[in-house]
């Protein structure tokens, strides 16, 4: 029983760092990156911003960025541009939450092999060991959780400081 609770524990450790990697893969520093398409799109260059974007094309900041920068070379308007970065915005979101499922199955995971653990507990060692592995892997998914949020707030916090004044001017 206790090799059960201790490899459920560890498959939910497992599947939390696997979304932690993930999450790694989708950041880049929002705030620096809005300066540079900022400074590109005070130019009028809108095509060598996108293809600043397209750099990074999993990065979430980069994502939405280069929703709104793609809909003002279509529209040539500051209001569409918005509107075409809060749509990608939206879907970077979406993105996010569906893969937010491995953390909260590694979270699962972990608990459920700590209650194993707590209902037949034959030596305290093993109890206190797997209940603090369980405990990491429950902080660990919900730093994830909360990564995914600062992401989003990230990208729109550089969006609208750095990028959209910019395009506002420019038209």
């Not at 900022?38 to 600043?52: S, V």
């Not at 974007?53 to 979430?60: E, G, I, L, Q, S």
């Not at 369980?134 to 992401?151: D, K, P, Q």
Request: glycine share 10%; with cysteine; proline share 2%.
């Amino acid at each position: 029983m206790e090799y059960a609770a201790f490899a459920s524990v560890g498959l939910g450790l497992a599947l939390v760092l696997i979304r932690g990697g993930q999450l790694f893969g989708l950041t880049i520093q929002a705030m620096p990156f809005a300066e540079m398409v900022g400074k590109l799109a005070r130019a009028k260059n809108y095509e060598r911003a996108l293809k600043l974007c397209d750099a990074a094309p999993k990065a979430v900041a980069a994502a939405t960025i280069r929703g709104g920068i793609a809909e003002m070379i279509r529209t040539s308007s500051a209001t569409d541009a918005a509107s075409g970065f809060e749509t990608a915005r939206i879907d970077q979101e979406a993105r996010l939450v569906a893969g937010r499922k491995l953390a909260l199955g590694g979270i699962a995971l972990a608990l459920a092999g700590a209650m194993l653990v707590a209902s037949t507990a034959v030596f305290d060692t093993t109890f206190d060991g797997v209940c603090g592995a369980a405990l990491a892997v429950a902080v660990i998914g919900v730093w994830t959780m909360a990564r995914e949020r600062s992401l989003i707030s990230d990208a729109t916090g550089a969006w609208q400081h750095h990028v959209l004044p910019v395009l506002r001017e420019a038209t």
